[in-house]
């Protein structure tokens, strides 16, 4: 999940030297499998012909000694350690790679996906658990050399599954072992950290997953410090957000209730989630997957609510970041680019100063974007958060020559000096009396200068500008406001939203109109002549080209005309040292955003001409990317290849359920520069967050505990040195999820463990008996009773039906308490209620099974059939019930139970898929326990094997 604050438990084990030492060399690794390969052989030899010591059943009893001993054990210690010296991978991994002790360049593997169904094999264990429980263990210790065929089989299928498939396919999806390994890393003691998540969210080089000369990378493809990067790559909105904000992680985190960490996620990206959740183009929703299905997730909106949120809070003062590098970096333009560049420099230890030659920082967003879109107060907040970081803003400062910056000792400068000028229409009469560009109109009254317009105002453009002129020309108080724009609806640039709220409040449009000419007496304007248009081919742009249409022109009235067909760099501002493209924008390399001279960086409109907030943004992150490799001397350039999207994304049928709306101010209530959007309440917020449908994640997408192996690929890889391994107190997780559950919807996680733990245990105990009683009661009766196996079927069933119930139980009750109107206090009675009539029916046999002890029953287990539930009883009756009494009976339990498995196994894949979609993350939490119970159980009973096995 989100970076989440490391508590007092936390040991860093890269700190332990030795461990350190041991973790950097990848040799250590290829020895340790070569021991671990050599023991397979001893095991194989010996299960085919036997040893000094013992007849071929001691291959068995060693192969199980590690299954059941080595490999819990260790895992409880240390997570999945194991994986680094698996003895069935290593060949695999190193015909994959034609190499085993260095990255190799050759490969032999044909790198295939695996099929999307075959995933989440890894349950197969679950159900091999269960089939060791009903007597297959049996069956292997009578015939030792199966254990040697099935450790061979895997071998095989490893290899086989490593030339196919990706990296790792075999681990990943089809290793049963990787069903203990999975679940137990969520309580294991160790786990992987990164040390400073901002080194590794401006590393950019992902070598951790991608691997580099020093390693081989993650072979689970996990990305160590984010939660929502796997193997499909990122979600479609954070790949589409220019700035790279990671969209999903906090709508994730606002879904669970978790708003300040949602908000102090979305700082770790950049610091303008107040402004870009009120102005941001959002081009995240127009990839939101989602829209395939209804509408996209207001994510925008969502954004802006954490960020109120987080301002409501009134927090602490951030502290300011010491300066540890000594190279001074100068930002010219205090707009977004340049804040955005500042930021994320200041975060890295630079002195930074910014050069602004306004009375007020913000650039367009304070002195073009309105207050009813954008209030100052939001801009001010988020202004000074970057000043008191440490970053210092120098205004009424500008900047005219470049070569001065160096004077003063700046190693580094980056332009963001915007496209401030508003564009001339170049048609005769054009600074008459009454007409004004839309940059200065709105700069006036941005800055609370008078400014007098008649009654009737035209407008001519079509973007934002455009837009924002016009309502607020509304404002002002003027009658009637209309825009004249060249092409239709479909083609204006401005904000939907913005244009449909324009016509609300009664600015007209006329589209597919342009202005030829301005009509004038004694040089002051009295109106427009205007020609009608058609639309064309496409141009350059891709829209299509405005043709007038010959003879439609018509006449307008208006005492102002307001210019808003676009921006332009001021001329005035231009710094004569650099080069400039055609357009009159500064040319900057596009992937790093250097300039013709070495140390000047440029971005947002003064090199992309006027654009958008966000992709201004994105341009100074980038920009400070390239000026710390610049200062620290590293290739500009070198692995900073855009991050990729999931490549299919094929969502399950969800329910249809629409976008929550913004709410606006009342039309009647407009008329002053109130902030129109009103943002959401927290109900909503956490309602239309739950409509996400998280595809970084997935249902079978990464979640750090249960993916990752700790190979420490990445520590090695890392160039930061910056991914540590840490020991935690074990269960810490889990207990800290139960600690939390008096918030909202910890509380799912929390009792369903506790719940499934200690319901689980009673009626699997009680079931045992009832079969016990069975056993004696057919004994008594004179015959074998109840054929045993449908008990054990039934009893599964049973304990299926208790565990699902409770657990959804819990689930009901968690989000009726978090305000959820889906559940009522119905549905919780009813999933209590269905998980108490089977856990009060074996009660019940329990009390019989009691009662018979009372009379002289005694239980011992019957060690010919360790695993089964064939107990012997020896009661009043003197008589003792074997209930196995052949092999042929035993293959027959073998192969019908193992289907009955199978079948259950097959729903258990599809709950965590769909029943319990939106609950994949307390399922999972889930599973651990029960497959730790179960395996303790299992590995008791086999210790009990072990002497009947060796006398085989
Ligand atoms: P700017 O924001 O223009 O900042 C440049 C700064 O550099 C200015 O403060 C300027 O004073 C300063 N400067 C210039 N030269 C010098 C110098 N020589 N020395 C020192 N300082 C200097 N985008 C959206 O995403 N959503 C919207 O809803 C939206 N609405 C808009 C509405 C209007 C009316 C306008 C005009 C634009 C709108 N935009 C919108 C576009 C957005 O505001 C710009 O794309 C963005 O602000 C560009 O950021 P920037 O940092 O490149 O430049």
Known sequence: MAVIKREGVYKDLMEVGWFNWLVKRRGLQFTLQFIGLAAFGVIVYAGFFGTPAGGENVASTFTWLIWWTLIPVTMLVAARVWCLICPWIAPGEWLQRLTFWQKGKRTLCLNLKVPRFMRNFWLMLVFFLILHWADASFHLALFPETTVYLALGMFAIAIVISLIFEK????KYFCPIGAIIAPYSLVAPIELRNKDPEVCRSCKTRDCFKGNEKGYACPMMTHPYDFNIDERGYAPCRVACPAGVNSDGYIALISEGKFKEAFELHKQTMPFAGVCGRVCTHPCETHC???????????????????????????????????????????????????????????????????????????????????YRLPKEILDNEISYIEELGVEIKIHTPVKDLGNMFNQGYKAVFLGIGAGTSQKMSIPNEDAKGIIHALDFLKQVGSGEKVELGNRVGIIGGGNAAIDAARLALRLGVKEVSIIYRRSRAEMPAIRTEVEEAEREGVKIHFLAAPVRILTEDNRLTGIQCIRMELGAPDADGRRRPIPIEGSEFNMNLDNVIIAIGQQVNGAMVLKELEYTDWGTIAADPLTRQTSIEAVFAGGDVVAGPADVIGAIADGKEAAISIERYLSGVDLKEGRSPIRRVEELSPEPLEVKSRSVMPVCELAKRGSFNEVELGFKEKTAIDEARRCWQCGVGSDGIDRNTHCVLCTECVKTCPNDNISINIRKPFHDIFKKGMGFLRTRDITLSLSVIAIVLLGVIPFHNLEMTVAYTSLEGNLAGGLGIPQMIIRTAAFLMMGVIAVSIFWGFSSLARWRAGDTQYSTKHIFIWFALAFIPLAISLHVAHNYFHLLEEGAVIIPNLSDPFGFGWNLFGTAGASVTILSSNLISIFQF??????????????????????KERVQAFRTMIPMVVLLIGLVTFYLWVLTIPMAMRF
């Open 895 to 916: 192969l019908t139970v193992g289907l009955g498995f199978l079948a259950s196994g097959y729903v258990l894949y599809r709950l965590p898929l769909n029943m319990f």
């Open 289 to 371: 997957e989602r829209a395939k299905v209804d509408e996209p997730v207001s994510i925008r909106g969502l954004k802006r609510f954490m960020a109120d949120y987080g301002l409501s809070l009134n927090g602490e003062k951030p502290t300011p970041i010491e300066k540890t590098k000594e190279d001074k970096v100068a930002i010219i333009g205090s707009g977004p680019a340049g804040l955005a560049c500042a930021y994320d420099l200041i975060r890295q230890g630079y002195p930074v100063t910014v050069f602004e030659a306004a009375p007020k920082a913000g650039g367009l967003l304070r002195y073009g974007i309105p207050e």
């Open 168 to 171: 790792r396919s075999f681990c």
